[in-house]
């Protein structure tokens, strides 16, 4: 008891030291560690994902399965509140290109499952009605394939996305012209594969997603076209498959396609029939559908982040001794190294020419996290819960 008051004494006595100059908004102590299962960090992740999901160019919309930590950095007096987050992500099956809200998405099924982990600083001025993400970064990984074996010994347990074998190309190539041959004028063509699996289905079935572009060739000029198409802008993205089923000559092939809304995604703008908003909307969402303005105008409000991909676990154990149950996910997220923290140029998120400039510290580590974190998730099973 004597220790501990002691040493409460003793921080408190440094503490005042070390301020001589007073540094207002970087106090460590000002730096609230939040309730990971409320209302109010839940909603405020959900603007965070939709952002995430909305500057992405690449890759599937991600969902959130639970916030890991969540900190609050109160700022100046009208200056609002810069927030650091951690979140528990799975990737849901919509591509990132269809825009379409996260909660409209279905996560994958358990031996497809990709997850893993967010990091994001997010601003929320509320007097001003500002939300901005300065910065994410996100790394993945696929579900590692000891534990499909373990958990579903029946499961097909392949690599997401796996080109080395020519069979999904093929896949893809063949159910794509199996598309154009029933399209009625336009033709399309491949952009890219952006997701694989197979499974024995009476025989061998290879399955995979892929984008297509339009292609200018109409359909009378059939197989003589070669005109390259101008751009590569993907319309949309099908889902092909190829089966040989066993004592049955040929193959069986089957393909759906679904397209992108045209309209340009635009940072804030979203179209309300497509980002079904809950039939009671948060504070924050309100506020954030009334906000296009000032967040759309400036390019400088574009956030910064990226989403890194690693491999299945087990290939990274391969040949090495390690038994490390817990699976790390590197997620660096730095805008500064400093302690005490520095400014960060928010004026141009204000419409009043004023300078305006918020604090961010360095991210702050979990160790600190609430008794309440990380909130309850909503796929549980251990093998894709990031640590
Ligand atoms: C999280 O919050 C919900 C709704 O408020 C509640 O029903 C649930 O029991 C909470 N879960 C945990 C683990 O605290
Ligand atoms: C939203 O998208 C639908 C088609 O999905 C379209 O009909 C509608 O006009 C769009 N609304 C706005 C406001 O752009
Ligand atoms: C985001 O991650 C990349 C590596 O994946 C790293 O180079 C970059 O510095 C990170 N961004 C920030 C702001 O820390």
């Known amino acids: 008891m004597n220790v501990l008051l002691l040493l409460v004494l003793c921080t408190l006595a440094m503490g005042c030291g070390a301020t001589s100059p007073p540094q207002p908004a970087a106090r460590p102590s000002s730096l609230l560690s939040l309730d990971c299962n409320s209302s109010y960090v839940l909603d405020i992740a959900n603007d965070i994902l939709q952002d995430i999901n909305r500057d992405r160019k690449d890759g599937y919309v991600l969902g959130l399965n639970r916030v890991s930590d969540a900190r609050e950095h109160r700022q100046e007096a009208g200056l609002g509140s810069l927030f650091y987050f951690t979140l528990d992500v799975l990737e849901t099956g919509c591509h990132v290109l269809s825009r379409t809200s996260w909660k409209n998405c279905e996560v994958r099924i358990f031996h497809e499952s990709v997850y893993g982990q967010c990091k994001a600083i997010f601003y ?81 079935a290879y399955f995979v997603e892929y984008l297509i572009k339009e292609s200018p060739c109409v359909k009378s000029e059939g197989s003589s076209c070669a005109l390259e198409s101008p751009g590569s802008v993907p319309v949309g993205i099908c889902h092909g498959s190829l089966g040989e089923p066993q004592g049955n000559q040929g193959k069986i092939i089957s393909v759906t ?63 090495s001794q390690e038994k490390d149950p817990i699976e ?11 302690p005490q923290g520095e400014p960060l140029d928010v004026s141009f998120l204000f419409q009043e020419p004023m300078e305006e400039k918020v604090v961010v510290l360095p991210f702050p580590s979990k160790e600190q996290r609430s008794a309440e974190c990380p909130g309850p998730a909503q796929k549980g099973y251990p093998f894709i819960l990031p640590s």
């Open 328 to 338: 790390t996910f590197p997620v660096q997220l730095d805008l500064t190294t400093n």
């Open 124 to 204: 929320i001025n509320k007097e001003k009605r500002i939300f901005y993400l300065p910065a994410y970064n996100c790394t993945l990984r696929p579900v590692s394939q000891s534990a499909i074996i373990m958990t579903c010994p029946d499961c097909p347990s392949t690599s997401p996305y796996d080109l080395s074998n020519p069979r999904f190309m093929e896949t893809a190539t063949e159910s794509l012209a199996k598309y154009n041959s029933e399209s009625p004028s336009k033709q399309y063509s491949l952009v890219k594969i952006t997701k694989t699996s197979s499974q024995w289905v009476f025989g061998p």
């Open 257 to 319: 396609c679904s397209f992108f809304n045209s309209q340009a995604p635009t940072p804030r703008g979203e179209n309300a029939t497509v980002n079904q908003r809950p039939a009671n909307p948060s504070k924050t969402e309100e506020l954030q559908q009334q906000n296009t303005a000032p967040t759309n105008s400036p390019t400088k409000a574009v956030p910064k982040g990226s989403v890194q991909y690693l491999p299945d676990w087990d290939k990274k154990r391969e040949g």
